[in-house]
């Protein structure tokens, strides 16, 4: 009898860290899905992002050239979190450095930014209730070929 528990409690340990590892590997194929250049072009307005996996976070520099408008370039640092891109972007506009928080919700052939109600903290914008982003702006961040 003492073995027969024993052996059940060795196979439901095996079972789980054989879901963990599943998970981590689910998770790690995800990231490494998202990888990549992806840009958004219409007449003389243009965003362009590139994603690159460090650990379980993707980061790369993020460009946003509207016309008329200034152009501000910096680096977008982010995680995969229910479905969505969630991060910071660092970013310089007419000299001065500043920070927001990014929302990018995640599409079959690419990203779409989402926009919402915003509020400083630390200095830096953050979303007020991220589940309330608007992504019907039509912006896709189509994900390009290598």
């Not at 690419?110 to 309330?132: N, P, S, Y």
């Amino acid at each position: 009898m003492k073995y027969w528990v024993l052996s059940l409690a060795f196979v439901s340990l095996m079972a789980c860290n054989n879901r963990q590892e599943q998970q981590q590997n689910d998770h790690q194929d995800a990231l490494e899905d998202l990888v990549g250049r992806y840009e958004f072009h219409k007449g003389k307005d243009s965003i362009r992002l590139e994603l690159k996996a460090h650990g379980d976070t993707l980061m790369g520099p993020l460009q946003y050239a509207f016309f008329e408008k200034d152009k501000n370039v910096g680096l977008f640092k982010g995680v995969v979190q229910d479905s969505i891109l969630i991060g910071s972007y660092t970013f310089n506009a007419e000299g001065v450095r500043s920070t927001r928080e990014i929302v990018f919700g995640i599409l079959p052939n690419g990203l779409i930014e989402g926009f919402g109600d915003v509020k400083e903290v630390e200095g830096g914008m953050v979303f007020t209730d991220i589940r309330a982003l608007q992504y019907d702006h039509g912006m896709i961040l189509t994900k390009q070929a290598d």
